[in-house]
């Protein structure tokens, strides 16, 4: 149960409190508070007929967070991701699929990104690579009004993007793409996730985060500065008129 191996009952945990010497009733009751929230289904509960199971995990965590930080090096992150652009991924992994899971895996994505209007959301800071920005995933048109959206998205508080050019060469997360995600909980370390073909990785041993953690340090030094951001996307967008 302390291993989240079983589900609990709200009864269970009141023994375990008065076993573990919680006696003060408002810190029991602050306790069983968020014992009921974690019985509570998730909102994509209803999607679990499309949502692999090590992803609704990944949802947890990125619901829990305060911080997302992201390197991606082929495709825009879900959170950015415009329903063409978001369809046109989908489509590359699930092409022989019915057309209503497409459907319903696009609006999951879309779902996912209330996150970030939310007034307790977490920050997100991305780092692309210059390579997302140039691979016309669903067509010119698709790519184009995915790199506006990113336009918009870079203006707000909760969003920061950064790109990583061609011409920097070589860098610190030169093995692929990987997300360190941080909790406003001092007893939660941080995260690192590391999506693969067939599932995701996820990382939370020290030596494991403190490497992540300083090569997404790097990724922020070495990349255009913020403030670079938008003349970078107008110069693709311009590109792409062409």
């Known amino acids: 149960m302390e291993l989240g191996r079983v589900g609990f009952k709200e009864r269970d945990i009141a023994d375990l409190l008065t076993l573990y010497g919680v006696h003060d009733p408002a810190e029991r009751q602050r306790l069983m508070t968020f014992a009921r929230e974690a019985n509570t289904p998730s909102w994509w509960h209803a999607y679990g007929d499309v949502l692999d199971s090590w992803f609704q995990s990944y949802l947890d965590f990125e619901q829990a967070a305060e911080l997302i930080r992201t390197y991606e090096v082929q495709f825009v992150p879900g959170l950015l991701q415009t329903e063409a652009y978001a369809r046109a991924v989908i489509s590359l992994g699930y092409e022989r699929s019915a057309p209503d899971e497409i459907d319903r895996r696009a609006r999951l994505r879309m779902e996912r990104q209330q996150l970030l209007t939310r007034s307790n959301g977490p920050k997100l800071w991305v780092v692309l690579d210059e390579a997302v920005l140039r691979r016309p995933i669903g067509g010119h048109a698709v790519l184009r009004e995915q790199i506006t959206a990113l336009l918009h998205f870079a203006q707000s508080p909760r969003v920061q993007l950064q790109v990583m050019p061609f011409a920097s060469g070589g860098h610190a997360a030169s093995g692929g793409a990987f997300s360190v995600l941080r909790f406003p909980y001092q007893e939660l370390s941080d995260i690192v996730f590391v999506e693969h073909l067939t599932g995701g990785l996820y990382l939370d041993k020290r030596e494991d985060v403190d490497r992540y953690t300083a090569a997404i340090g790097r990724l922020f030094i070495e990349a255009a500065p913020l403030s ?13 008129d062409r």
């Open 228 to 240: 670079e951001t938008p003349d970078i996307l107008y110069r693709i967008l311009t590109e792409l």
